[in-house]
């Protein structure tokens, strides 16, 4: 498969854009905290037949160099949409198909309001717009499990990600867990925290509103980062056409742990898309 590197001395180049495969329509990667690119590693292979892919690292990813890190622009979600809008724009895409994971979700559905003519179709995969519960809310954490995950990330980084690493990826897994593990591990633990606490303190609830892109919300049926209902409750949310779909899977990562599940999806996803 050629790589071929994009936005020479731009956001693309600083954030490891790259492209693979030929097709007409583009289909965007985007990880969530904690992984990088290579997450999507079983997918791309299959995805390349039908899609030019574009993948690219979050800024907090152990691939990008930390002084590209401002802790006052990524303090909210604003941040990684500028950082997605500028990776698009470099490499002339519009009208993608965008799969956004966990935090890329929302920072994709984020971008869309402001530039929706980057968007054709949001695959939100794992995604939350609060992961704290509130009244008639659940989220799936309480203030108090927050506040002991920045305790313990703060305490000792490397300590907590070998325990955060098996819950995320959920099931017996020990390929998995070790590579979400060799990604937690590769980030900065200043900007890991600071990261963890834009994230678990979002509420980006009354951004799903002006979200007009339409939208296919994929869940696992057990994630013990975004519990079920919160699939629905965004289905229920969004201004746009929207459908969920369960996936028979635990975990958060299901590209890792169940692959030709999600595969399955995307392709009836698209093939819906097209008709």
């Not at 390349?48 to 622009?73: A, H, T």
């Not at 028979?248 to 999600?262: D, E, K, M, R, V």
Request: aromatic share 10%; proline share 4%.
């Amino acid at each position: 498969m050629t790589c071929i590197q994009h936005g020479h001395g731009g956001i693309a180049e600083a954030l490891n854009a790259r492209m693979y495969g030929t097709g007409t329509q583009t289909l965007v990667l985007a990880h969530g905290y904690g992984a990088d690119q290579s997450v999507w590693h079983y997918l791309i292979p299959y995805l390349v037949c039908y899609f030019r892919v574009v993948v690219f690292d979050l800024v907090i990813s152990g691939n990008v160099r930390p002084e590209l890190y401002d802790q006052d622009k990524y303090s909210t979600f604003d941040g990684y949409a500028q950082d997605l809008k500028g990776v698009l724009e470099e490499l002339n895409v519009t009208d993608s198909i965008y799969l956004g994971h966990s935090m890329s979700a929302m920072v994709g559905c984020l971008a869309s309001t402001s530039s929706p003519h980057l968007f054709k179709h949001l695959i939100l995969l794992g995604g939350s717009p609060r992961y704290l519960n509130a009244k008639n809310y659940v989220g799936g954490f309480d203030r108090s499990d927050i506040n002991a995950l920045f305790h313990d990330i703060k305490r000792n980084f490397s300590s907590w990600a070998s325990g955060f690493a098996p819950k995320a990826i959920g099931v017996n897994d020990t390929k998995s867990v070790q590579e979400f593990r060799s990604s937690l591990d590769k980030m900065n633990p200043r900007i890991a925290l600071d990261a963890a606490e834009t994230v678990f303190r979002s509420d980006l609830r009354k951004i799903l509103k002006q979200v007009k892109v339409p939208c296919t919300i994929i869940q696992s049926a057990k994630d013990f980062v975004v519990p079920k209902s919160v699939a629905s409750y965004m289905a229920s949310k969004l201004g746009s056409r929207s459908k969920v779909r369960i996936l028979n899977a635990h975990g958060h990562l299901p590209q890792l742990t169940a692959y030709p599940l999600l595969l399955k999806v995307l392709k009836d996803v698209v093939a819906a898309d097209d008709r």
